[in-house]
């Protein structure tokens, strides 16, 4: 009898994904670029510098891409070089990534582009960035430019990646630009960006009806340290519902969720096409009075957990299931935006790819509409506060000499893309330990 192999639908998209500041480089006009010539801000010093070199050469690494097997890619236009000055639009920024977009339609990668992905340019952080109501507007004017300008190479449109994300990393946490920890503050940079995304859906659809629009969401799994504790299981709810249900609400229900807002939140309602999930990990919460910042909560691992390089969070594939069956519910196509693991010597990633790809292959057997995966990421890139010291790419990059190094799992997920599948050849070669795992 043959040995199960995991096949995936014929028309699956396998790619990777980037964002602009952490691949192109010398992005010298934006927030994050002056965030890092500030002492402490990032991990060791480092800084994002010339990155990957994309801005000139992208194209060599779009080719790796393809070598690799892929038919897709998902990437972020830099809005600090669309529009280095207010209302002021560079004609050149947006050639060179029309050039680029090209360049992947030439290679058989279909692009799709993130409109915002943590950057802000420096004028609209000095005017208050997404605390300031009018940045929506603004951002929906830019928008519009970049869709007149890629249309012709693209009409699958992330609006914004990971607003929660931003919110906490910005605004609780601090660790990220503008660096505060202001509740009030960072909930209100969540509704604005919520808000943004509404109206670049609405805009872009007005531009190109047939557009597919979404945003990425970054879904963290919550669960309660210990089942039995209600408290434990309240404050995890809680997390759950700040972090990943109120961002879920604006844009399907029209609604306002606690801690990001009460009430309805009508011009929001029906704005995605499709949702994108981003998924890494998992924390268990046990409830803390002491840490009002964390909602309450003291979030740790499990105690036999396998746990991720650079305290990134628990090894969890389970997670992948349960975070698509979840977004299953909302009726909607669903792309995994992002899945990845920091491991610059590849010893985790090889069963990180096949698990995680096996529970998203068991979900697409109860037909959940999955699109695609987008692994995160093609080459080690630029990891905001964790500099360089966090290695998430299939592609290890030397950042002084930009030489590149193909890692074992790049290889693998080639593998896997071209067999459209995890074939038990795939298991046996690359991480012989699931065999009695996958192929009992
Ligand atoms: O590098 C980031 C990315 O920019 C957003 N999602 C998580 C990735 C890994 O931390």
Redesign the pocket.
Known sequence: MPEATFHFPDDFRWGTAT?AH?VEGNNTNNDWWAWEQEEGRIKEGHKSGLACNWWERAEEDFDRAAELGQNAHRLSVEWSRVEPREGYFDDAALDRYRAMLRALRERGLEPMVTLH??TNPLWLAEMGGWENPRAAILFERYVARVVEALEEFCDLWCTV??PN?LVYMGYLAGVFPPGKQDFQAGMRAGRNLMRAHALAYRRIHALQPHARVGFAH?LRIFDPANPRSPMDRWIAGLQDRGYNEAFLAAPIRGRWLFPLGFGFAWRLRGTLDWIGL?Y?TRDLVAFDRCRPESLFGRNIHAPDAELLDGGYGEFYPDGMERALKRLSYLDLPIYVT?N?IPDADDDQRPRYIILHLHRLWRVLQGCVPIMGYYH?TLVDNF??AEGWTLR?GLIELNPETGERTFRPSAYLYRDICRANAITPEVIDQYAPALRPVLLP
Do not use: L, S
């Open positions: 964002a952490q992905h943590f990646n990971e994300v970054n981003n890494y992002e990845g995160w990891e905001w998430f």
